[in-house]
């Protein structure tokens, strides 16, 4: 399994940002995707997930509201739409799977996913 996370650069506040996160390696459909930042010194955090049912999206409350997160018709790929971006959004973003088809839901639980993605830089200027 393979996850390769694009799409980061710089961005002055406010601005927008798309990343991607294609999976490979097997058929991701019944596979929940998920997004993590880490800041320099801070531990790696949850910024949403896409589930592989109904397709539910849950965020964290740093991002509601900014962020949305969708999936590409073959289930492989995931998007996350940063927009009204700000300072405290820089960090390297991962995009990380779980599955196939998980009983719990700790979405935001690190340990949940079972794939990581090798991150993609984000810096936001002010």
């Known amino acids: 399994v393979q996850l390769q996370a694009s799409g980061g650069g710089l961005v002055q506040a406010g601005g927008s940002l798309r990343l991607s996160c294609a999976a490979s390696?097997?058929?991701?459909?019944?596979?929940?995707m998920g997004w993590f930042r880490q800041a320099p010194g801070k531990e790696r955090e949850f910024v949403g997930v896409?589930?592989?049912?109904?397709?539910?999206?849950y965020y964290a409350d740093s991002v509601k509201g900014r962020f949305t997160i969708s999936r590409g018709n073959a289930k492989n790929t995931v998007y996350l739409q940063m927009n009204s971006l700000k300072p405290e959004d820089t960090g390297v973003y991962y995009c990380?799977?779980?599955?196939?088809?998980?009983?719990?839901?700790?979405?935001?639980?690190?340990?949940?996913?079972?794939?990581w993605g090798q991150g993609t830089q984000v810096t936001v200027s002010s």
């Open positions: 990380a799977v779980a599955g196939p088809v998980k009983v719990s839901r700790d979405y935001g639980e690190k340990g949940y996913y079972d794939y």
């Open positions: 390696g097997r058929t991701f459909s019944s596979y929940d």
């Open positions: 896409i589930t592989w049912g109904r397709g539910s999206t």
